[in-house]
């Protein structure tokens, strides 16, 4: 509700044509920055696995080529959120492939901190 009482009191003092335009160039300037759009990557082996110390989710470092400019800044390393719906079932997932030094699919779905942010794991026929 305050938010909505700001909204008026600011669109009385400036007119609500300014209020518009100042509500579109904002706009289009948030979506210029908004995250890449999600992207798969194929052929990655897992060298290394890890919790989060601060039990925000599950790392994994993998080998594999990365498309220029994807890595966040932190090379081959990727999060699984513990909040993700099918974090458990991910979870299990890649732990089979590090186990048996399968290749897996990633989908990541931008950066958090620096890491690659993992929506989606896959796992090829052998």
């Known amino acids: 509700m305050d938010g909505v009482r ?9 007119g609500g044509k300014v209020l518009l335009t100042l509500v579109a160039v904002l706009g289009t300037g948030l979506a ?7 992207y798969n990557l194929e052929g990655h082996r897992i060298v290394s696995v890890a919790t989060g110390w601060g039990g925000e989710g599950f790392y994994l470092v ?3 080529v ?11 390393r990727f999060i699984l959120l513990n ?7 991910m979870v299990s997932m890649l732990l089979i492939a590090w186990q048996n030094k399968l290749r897996v699919g990633l989908r990541v ?9 993992l ?7 052998v």
């Open 6 to 14: 700001a909204v008026s009191r600011l669109r009385g003092a400036i």
């Open 32 to 38: 210029s920055t908004a995250e890449a759009e999600p």
């Open 62 to 64: 993998t080998q594999g």
């Open 66 to 76: 990365l498309p220029a400019g994807s890595d966040c800044g932190a090379g081959n």
């Open 83 to 89: 909040d993700h719906p099918m974090q458990r079932e």
């Open 109 to 117: 779905d931008g950066c958090i901190s620096g890491t690659m942010q």
């Open 119 to 125: 929506r989606a794991v896959t796992l090829p026929d």
